[in-house]
């Protein structure tokens, strides 16, 4: 069965730390992975991954994907309150059809 | 352009009654899957729609149901209700399934209160 796992649950940190969140995965089919953020409302997208080894950024959040080791990391530089989010891993697989299994996500908190 | 739409955003239902869930996905988007997020089994794919076709379902009962109209809006029906079908449920939207691009707009959601 494929699934998506998520570490830690939860996290809280001060302003200013620095923070990794973790995926890994167990899926047939890969195609992709995806980052989104929760603030009690809609997913926003962040990032998709679809290749090993390279980097993509976005301000002070940055992500990176492992194929062969399955796991992707969400790295959160100079943490803001606003910040503060449930963040959601998610992989897109496809056999005869396409299909996105979400992890049980990583709540993170951020204190001033 | 505007963002995926979901109405209603909040509802409170009996047990045993059905209700009806709206969603008309971003302009020019084909797709809608639908989703069901709780606290305990997070966020869970219930069924995704493209050119008025149901493509993939996921693992619930049949209880839960959809469909897509040709302007790609698409309903979902969920009868019988429980007390564990209180949940947020999320339409997502995205261009067109079987692309690279996985990327989906989330609408706010409905959230839905079964008592």
């Known amino acids: 069965e494929d699934k998506v796992v998520q570490s830690p649950l939860s996290l809280v940190v001060h302003e200013g730390d620095t923070v990794t969140l973790n995926c890994s995965y167990e899926v047939t089919n890969f195609r992709s992975l995806l980052w989104y953020k929760q603030e009690k409302k809609a997913p926003t997208f962040l990032f998709m991954l679809?290749?090993?080894?390279i980097e993509k950024k976005s301000g002070r959040l940055s992500s990176i994907l492992d194929k062969k080791e399955l796991f992707s990391i969400l790295n959160i530089t100079a943490t803001q309150t606003g910040d503060s989010a449930v963040y959601l891993c998610?992989?897109?697989?496809?056999?005869?059809?396409?299909?996105?299994?979400f992890g049980p996500g990583t709540s993170l908190s951020v204190i001033p | 352009k505007a963002g995926v739409t979901q109405t209603p955003r909040y509802l409170i239902k009996t047990r045993g009654q059905q209700v009806t869930l709206s969603c008309s996905p971003i302009?020019?988007?084909?797709?809608v899957s639908w989703y069901q997020q709780t606290p305990g089994q997070g966020l869970q794919f219930l069924f995704e729609y493209f050119s008025e076709t149901q493509r993939n379902k996921g693992n619930f009962p049949g209880r839960f149901s959809g469909r897509q109209f040709s302007n790609s809006r698409s309903e979902m029906n969920v009868s019988t209700l429980e007390l564990g079908d209180s949940a947020l449920y999320l339409c997502?939207?995205?261009?067109?399934?079987?692309?690279?691009?996985?990327?989906?707009?989330f609408g706010p959601g409905t959230r839905l209160t079964v008592t």
């Open positions: 679809t290749s090993s080894g």
């Open positions: 998610a992989v897109g697989t496809k056999t005869s059809y396409d299909k996105v299994i």
């Open positions: 997502a939207s995205r261009i067109v399934p079987g692309q690279e691009i996985y990327e989906q707009y």
């Open positions: 302009s020019g988007h084909r797709s």
